[in-house]
């Protein structure tokens, strides 16, 4: 597949959320750049800002199969991956398959889960597999999780720990939307439906077609060494704990080869790296004790924006 097919196969899929979501373009975007790069996404917000309809929107846009789990405090790890079972008739044990074994997860308020639960997510977010009984099963491509959870009601919910927030590729805010989109959204919902009446526009076979396509674009090593310069100086800053790991880098590194696919090109430039830097590295950043007492949501966004204005962009040193 070309990378101007690749384009428009995203704008056809654009266009197909937008028949759903008003405003939000940038989100979309995001959520095509996940999809193309085999990522997840955790969206974080209040209820009510349209984080689950965004995740129905997209996977009903796509002919692959979706599954929505409600997660919850009595959740267990069997109820995302399935169980063996003795079938009487038959006299054997079968596996009966949970709604891990889909294209694309809906895990919906996936911090109210216990710990246990939400490490069983681990394996199959990296690996794209689930050990169940000593035995491996594989997941089909295409596969993404999309999470969601509430950042203000913290009453009942268990914190995503680190290694589980590294899985995700962007942690995204959705926002209130304008007046303007308020009053269209209210337009567009008054009496109808269109989640209801909303086709598939794109197949899975070319969804992973289009990953491959999106993983052999061009990244110069001057881009490289961008990535790289922007993660180890999240490592040196007096408030951070724990920096951005080399996983974190190939995340970015993705994320920016599916932004230069968006925009036409089959090469990185340093503006797709800096576009894409807050939403795939804030999220990874382990802050110090110091900096999570002040109570702000975002300190680990303005975070990455400081590191930012502080990297020299490679363009910049090359026409110095």
């Known amino acids: 597949m070309s990378i101007h097919s690749v384009q428009a196969l995203a704008e056809q899929i654009r266009t197909n959320v937008g028949q759903v979501i008003v405003g939000k373009e940038a989100m979309i975007d995001k959520l095509l750049i996940a999809l193309l790069t085999s990522g997840h996404v955790l969206l974080e917000d209040v209820p009510g800002t349209g984080k689950t309809l965004l995740a129905k929107s997209l996977a009903l846009s796509i002919s692959g199969s979706f599954k929505r789990v409600q997660f919850t405090p009595d959740l267990l790890p069997s109820d995302l ?31 109210r889960a216990t710990p246990r639960t939400q490490s069983s997510l681990l394996e199959c977010m990296e690996e794209r597999q689930i050990s169940i009984d000593g035995e491996t099963h594989r997941l089909q ?18 914190p995503l720990p680190e290694a589980q927030l590294d899985r995700f590729l962007f ?22 439906k269109p989640l209801e009446s909303l086709k598939p526009v794109a197949s899975a076979d070319a969804i992973i077609e ?111």
């Open 81 to 111: 991956s399935g169980i063996n079972f003795y079938n009487q008739k038959l006299g054997e044990f079968e596996f009966r398959q949970g709604p891990l074994f889909t294209n694309l997860l809906l895990a919906d308020e996936i911090n």
């Open 141 to 158: 491509p295409p596969f993404m999780v999309i999470a969601t959870q509430n950042p203000i009601e913290q009453q009942g919910t268990f």
């Open 171 to 192: 942690k995204l805010h959705m926002g209130y939307p304008t007046s303007e989109e308020s009053v269209r959204i209210l337009s567009r919902f008054k009496g109808t």
């Open 210 to 320: 289009a990953q491959r396509a999106v993983s052999q674009i061009e990244v110069n090593e001057d881009v490289l060494r961008y990535i790289v310069a922007i993660g180890e100086h999240t490592r040196t800053l007096e408030e951070v704990a724990t920096g951005v790991s080399p996983r974190a880098m190939q995340a970015l590194m993705g994320a920016s080869q599916a932004h230069a696919a968006l925009s036409g090109r089959d090469f990185v430039t340093p503006d797709d790296v800096k576009k894409l830097a807050v939403p795939a590295l804030s999220h990874r950043l382990v802050l110090k004790s110091s900096a999570r007492v002040r109570g702000d949501r975002f300190a680990a966004e303005r975070i990455i924006e400081r590191v930012l204005d502080s990297v020299e962009v490679p363009a910049e040193r090359l026409h110095s």
